[in-house]
């Protein structure tokens, strides 16, 4: 099974993501959600295989999540995931698949579950900043 992620290449987590994964593990199929948008079958494959609701994947920061009224407790998981069809920056990433699961890999570090990297195996993100493998 290819290594896929679903990239933002402007979100710095999403790059650091993608470098691990080169570093770590293989090239993988970047897809860019942005460009693309997604399918509603699409997302609810993600997210049934993530543990993620529409809600729990949703951003809010730098999103139009607050102006929609999408953070309202009261807004149905059904609502959140049609405006997340029609405005893909709606979805937090980067969400990767992997043969051992699928996962929002946020924080970056995240994504060594995904991998088989050792334990103790560091990498520096493009902050400086040095994360270290379970």
């Not at 693309?36 to 997302?43: E, I, K, M, P």
């Not at 920056?89 to 050792?118: Q, Y």
């Amino acid at each position: 099974m290819s290594i896929v992620i679903h990239h933002n290449p402007q979100c710095g987590t999403s790059r650091n993501v993608l470098e691990i994964i080169r570093a770590f593990a293989e090239e993988p199929i970047v897809v860019e959600y942005l460009k693309t948008g997604w399918t509603r079958a699409q997302l609810q494959g993600l997210f049934a295989a993530s543990g993620l609701t529409p809600r729990t994947a949703l951003r809010v920061s730098k999103s139009p999540a607050e102006e929609l009224g999408l953070t309202d407790e009261t807004v149905s998981e059904d609502i959140i995931l049609e405006a997340m069809l029609k405005h893909p920056v709606l979805v937090n990433r980067p969400i990767v698949c992997t043969a051992k699961g699928v996962a929002l890999c946020r924080p970056s570090e995240r994504v060594f579950d995904l991998l088989d990297v050792p334990s103790g195996t560091s990498h520096t993100k493009e902050d400086g900043e040095v994360i270290v493998a379970p």
